[in-house]
């Protein structure tokens, strides 16, 4: 009667872990490492607590158009979570998932989304709340090139949505508005985090304009020089979508654990995790317990200001379009 | 070599030491002052702030699992690639050296490329070629063969840029010490290993070393080529280089100072063997 009991159990120990052990491979944008060194040993923890299994998940970090390209051309992603939507776009595009991954997940995709906002020197000695201080002749921002960073882009577009609602719609006026914004610009770095170290470490500017989920990790990495976190009255809805790359985790084996894996996000455990670190949720108890820390704010969407990704491509991003029209000839 | 030239018409020297002109002195004085700012200051630098935070930040910097690996897969690499490059670098300079077919001049122009070209070409070829959309990619995905975004691309791309440093260095002696002594082994009946490990290769063994040398500075440090076919993902696929530039983007300074000491460390090793052997060779 042992014996065979035994047996099953070493059997069970000999077989039990290779079985039990799920793998994920999340290709995420570049600065999420640390959003996703305390989601990922999170989640581990509650896929355990479900289902029994282990769960090792796989980060890999990079510009996320550079990271779309690398899982076109292989790299075996089974989850993708960015900061650029049309980069999910791209992989529709190539067939590794449905065009309508919108749909697949609840806030079109996005568990989590930011805003433009702005830090400012100590004191806010230049008293910016707005965008208009932006304008200001004495006010000098400090954000990257939008021709190279989609960080600016949102900067750009958020600017250009506020002058509209200013102005009711009047295109020229929009574009007199982020002329001036980009007339104060001192220097126009590649990317993101230059324009931080431009900002913080070499002095320059009055105000930079970042990601709001960006200001309170500046703030903090440089908590010495006093920066303070400034929400404009108005500003862009900056999604964070997610998705399951299709075909990728159809031949892995791995489509229920990356389904699991990115709804788990929604839940309010994870949502507490990504209000700490400043990101905006969609849980609307966790979203209230945070309100102290972020001001309310009007957000617009580029769907609803321009039409969508495509349009804004067309009309403000294309060579000789609006943005070429007031950022080269500023 | 004598500083004669340097010496003024009518000047005389003194204390045994060629008296200098204010030019001379101005270009050494900028010599010094570029060296300074371009090479010594940023090498220090790496260090003071690898250390900024002291000992402990370092050390638990460096154990960092993804560090470690990051450490562990850029051996694996030089390791794999620096005997390989060996193997071609001597073979391919013996049948440049040593005999006359045709297709030799293009040979030689070959070992060459990778010198002119910019490692991200190479990278983006390999990719192109190997990738899912690449020309081989639908057969080796039938196969279930992962190249790029796997070690395998990452050989290869590394394989691609440090090929010449070998053959280069071999090469020349080669050519200058002629076929003269391996005919006269021959005829005193060796075979060809033995002509080989008896004749060909102490005449190169320095110019050997040093190739290695610098092929293995150069794939430790390779970055451009690897970083378009790593997809970096970390504990993974993720070399040291590629690392540092990671932790730097995570605002992890420190991280990234300290995992750049560790690749300023070969570097300087490697630096250290190649002086030592160009004084061998003399």
Known sequence: MKLPLLAAAVGLTLAGPAAAQDKLLNVSYDVARELFEVLNPAFAEHWQEETGRTITIDMSHGGSSKQARAILEGLPADVVTFNQETDIDVLAEGGLLPEDWRDAFPNGASPFYSLPAFLVREGNPKNIDDWDDLAREDVAPVFPNPKTSGNARYTYLAAYAYALAQNDGDEAAAQDFVRKIFAGVPVFDTGGRAATQTFAERGIGDVLVTFEAETGQIAEQYSAEGFERVTPSMSLFAAFPVAVVAENAEDNGTTDVAQAYLDWLYTPEAQRILAERDYRVTDEAVAAEFADAQAPVELVTVDEVFDGWDAVTENHLASGGILDQVFVNR | ?282
């Open chain 2, 1 to 282: 070599m004598s500083a004669q030239p340097l010496i003024a018409p009518g000047a005389t020297p003194h204390h045994g030491r060629p008296a200098r002109t204010g030019g001379a002195r101005l270009l050494v004085a900028l010599a010094v002052v570029l060296t300074l700012l371009v090479v010594v200051a940023p090498l220090t630098y790496i260090f003071v702030r690898a250390f900024s935070e002291g000992w402990q930040v370092y050390a638990a910097n460096i154990m960092d699992p993804d560090t470690l690996h990051a450490i562990w897969l850029t051996s694996l690499i030089a390791v794999i690639v620096v005997p390989l490059n060996i193997g071609f670098g001597i073979a391919a300079a013996w049948a440049i050296a040593k005999h006359r077919f045709p297709g030799r001049g293009v040979l030689v122009t070959m070992i060459e490329i990778p010198f002119s070209i910019s490692p991200i070409i190479a990278g983006i070829c390999y990719l192109l070629l190997y990738g899912r959309q690449g020309l081989l990619g639908p057969w080796l995905r039938e196969m279930d063969l992962q190249v790029v975004f796997a070690l395998p691309g990452i050989v290869l791309v590394t394989m691609f840029v440090t090929a010449p440093f070998v053959a280069r260095e071999v090469l020349p002696l080669m050519q200058a010490q002629g076929t003269d002594q391996e005919q006269a082994a021959v005829t005193l009946g060796a075979s060809g290993w033995q002509v080989f490990r008896r004749v060909t290769l102490p005449n190169i063994k320095w110019a050997l070393l040093y190739g290695a040398v610098l092929c293995t500075a150069r794939a430790v440090g390779e970055f451009g080529g690897v970083s378009v076919v790593s997809g970096s993902v970390r504990g993974q696929t993720n070399t040291l280089p590629l690392h540092v530039e990671l932790l730097f983007n995570d605002l992890n300074t420190v991280g990234a100072f300290a995992a750049a000491s560790t690749l300023t460390l070969i570097a300087l090793v490697a630096l250290a063997l190649k002086t030592a052997l160009e004084s061998r060779r003399g």
